[in-house]
């Protein structure tokens, strides 16, 4: 399993944490790391989530260390081989490369496809997270039939389990892979930072305020249960973990 750090966005704290104010602490720089993962099994490969678009990026104001698909080719990986793409919530820096796998199976979390659909998600502090095209590409592959939608928790491939718990984006799955030494829980979007759940402090981007809370409390009864908790932004990954040989972007989890 390989975690590809693809870019970069520095911040503050104030930015990064929901309310920071609310903690009586100053202030402080802080960064963002984005990342998308690799189940590599050898004949075939499955993505978590493809990263963003980098001309979305450059719109945005991000800066992009590696494009999401030139780190996949650097480490080996031609899209033809990515037979089944994990999706774990709509938002841009995470979808923004669907178009890149014609081919590829999406496995989508069946709330954010309805929520998505609704005239609430057209409201400022959703639709600010979202590419329109982008949500076009998951739709043209419903169309298709390349789609299959999932909800609670349900193993979606052999080994990996999807887990629904919502919080920062109406239908936010993490993932729970099995290894032979330990289960790996790799959360994307449910914590952001290891200090996400640590110190159960909410990120900045919420849906659903209670949602989010009960998601860091689920993160931590898996982290006692002796699963290695991957957060979906935290710098640190790339301390914690050894790096892939070759690149200076990636580590194996």
């Known amino acids: 399993m390989i975690a590809v750090r693809y870019g970069v966005m520095e911040a503050t704290r104030s930015r990064l944490f929901h309310n920071f104010h609310t903690y009586g602490e100053p202030d402080a720089p802080a960064s963002l790391a984005y990342y998308f993962w690799v189940l590599d099994e050898g004949s075939s490969v499955t993505l978590v989530d493809t990263g963003w678009d980098p001309a979305v990026a450059r719109r945005r104001g991000r800066d992009c260390l590696v494009e999401p698909l030139d780190a996949l080719r650097e480490i080996g990986i031609s899209p033809e081989r990515v037979s089944t793409i994990l999706v774990s919530h709509f938002h841009y820096d995470h979808i923004g490369n669907l178009r890149a796998f014609p081919d590829a199976e999406l496995v989508v979390p069946r709330t954010e496809v309805e929520f998505w659909a609704t005239p609430m998600a057209r409201s400022g502090q959703f639709t600010a997270h979202v590419e329109d095209a982008e949500l076009e590409v998951v739709e043209a592959a419903r169309a298709a039939g390349r789609v299959r939608e999932v909800g609670g928790e349900a193993e979606v491939l052999p080994g990996v389990r999807a887990i629904e718990v919502g919080g920062h984006s109406p239908g936010q799955l993490m993932f729970l892979v099995a290894h032979e030494r330990r289960d790996v829980l790799l959360t994307s979007d449910a914590v952001h930072l290891y200090e996400d759940f640590e110190r159960d402090r909410p990120s900045s981007v919420v849906a659903d ?29 790339l301390d914690r973990f050894p790096a892939l040989d070759g690149v200076d972007f990636a580590v194996r989890i």
């Open 209 to 237: 305020l209670a949602a989010m809370y009960r998601a860091h409390a689920r993160v931590r009864d898996f982290a006692a249960a002796g699963a290695t908790v991957v957060p979906g932004h935290d710098p640190l990954v």
